[in-house]
């Protein structure tokens, strides 16, 4: 464990209520709040729900939210700097020593003298090379803009894979201050990978996004010999919607909640088209469900050896791989080990050991091994 010289570490952290980066902040400030770090989370975009107000509360960290649109749904550059001044007041009352920015379009519109550390889990401009095959529209190109001048505004820059790094140094780069910190997760659970698992497969995401590929897992769906359910919201706060057809939906679901039914499922799929981590995945791998995953750089990297791959877009393929794992129980058995213990390797102390290195170097406080 690591321990902070010269008193706790001060951290703000920016989130949003909408996807994955919600579970990365809280697990992360659970996780650095025993490693000498005092965290308060500010959130931007749409109100959290109920569960999430209560997991918060229960981990003991502090919430603000701040009534500021999301840098990927904001109607423009004067959004970025209403965020970025109502940020402004938090870092006033609550003086933090170090930003972490989980919206790096922010860190050079704040003002003051407070290191920051930038953390990309995602951008609209990479989401729309992988998505739509195409170069960023020129009406969102200030998006592309501002995320730019964050990233080079930052102290340091975090993503979580090598192959996301290098999408990000492609588009914005080169970033000399740009490292590579993986997510971990909390929900390992050893016991998992020997209970007997439910004929069923699982898929989790917020599936209005188009990124994560419902159509192309509806159109397998009808193929697939086992029932196919997906946890996750159907609509987005930019109005977005998208309907589950012969999937069962199982809605949006708190964390336990949808842990605990991934522990359940033989099997989790994720047919995304664009995925710079994918948090869920290795969650599922940490209840002991087997893998099928979309032929992606970031899930070659992370999982390959472990899971069976298809390409994102052929319903055909997606269905004959997860149909393979239904089929044959011995090779299911040994990806579902081989995704654990893979699992076990992104674990959550790394990760924020990691991150506790990158803001005390940010800050200058120094961190001490103990």
Not at 55 to 82: N, S
Request: overall charge neutral; some cysteine; aromatic content about 8%.
């Amino acid at each position: 464990m690591a321990a902070l010289s010269g008193g706790r570490l001060k951290v703000l952290m920016t989130v949003d209520s909408v996807g994955g980066v919600w579970r990365y902040a809280v697990d992360l400030c659970m996780a650095v709040k025993a490693r000498g770090v005092e965290p308060i989370i500010a959130g931007l975009g749409p109100r959290p729900h109920a569960l999430q107000e209560r997991e918060a509360f229960q981990a003991g960290i502090k919430l603000v939210w701040l009534d500021a649109e999301l840098d990927w749904v904001a109607t423009g550059p004067p959004a970025l700097e209403q965020a970025a001044r109502l940020l402004d007041r938090v870092i006033d009352d609550f003086q933090p020593d170090v930003l972490h920015l989980n919206s790096p379009a922010l860190a050079h519109l704040v003002s003051g003298s407070v290191p920051c550390v930038a953390a990309l889990h995602s951008c609209l401009a990479s989401w729309w090379a992988a998505v739509r095959g195409t170069a960023l529209p020129f009406e969102w190109e200030w998006n592309r803009q501002h995320v730019g001048r964050g990233l080079h505004a930052a102290s340091l820059m975090v993503v979580p894979t090598k192959a996301f790094a290098g999408t990000v140094n492609a588009i914005y780069g080169p970033l000399p201050h740009l490292g590579v910190i993986r997510n971990g997760s909390r929900t390992v659970n050893a016991a998992a990978l020997n209970t007997v698992k439910e004929p069923r497969v699982m898929a989790a995401g917020r599936w209005w996004d188009e990124a994560k590929n419902l159509a192309t897992l509806k159109a397998a769906a009808r193929e697939i010999a086992w029932p196919v359910e997906i946890a996750g919201p159907l609509e987005g706060p930019n109005g977005a919607r998208a309907d589950a057809g012969p999937l069962r939906s199982l809605g949006t679901l708190g964390s336990q909640a949808c842990t605990a039914r991934m522990e359940e499922a033989a099997l989790f799929v994720s047919p995304a088209l664009y995925e710079p981590f994918g948090l869920s995945v290795l969650e599922a791998a940490g209840r002991g469900a087997a893998l099928a995953l979309a032929d992606l750089p970031t899930f070659r990297e992370l999982w390959d050896g472990a899971a069976l791959f298809f390409p994102p877009r052929d319903c055909d393929l997606l269905a004959r791989s997860v149909n393979r794992l239904i089929d044959d129980r011995p090779l299911r058995a040994e990806l579902a080990a081989k995704a654990f213990e893979r699992a076990s390797i992104y674990g959550l102390d790394v990760q924020a050991q990691a991150m506790v290195q990158a803001w005390s170097k940010a800050s200058g406080k120094r961190s001490l091994a103990a």
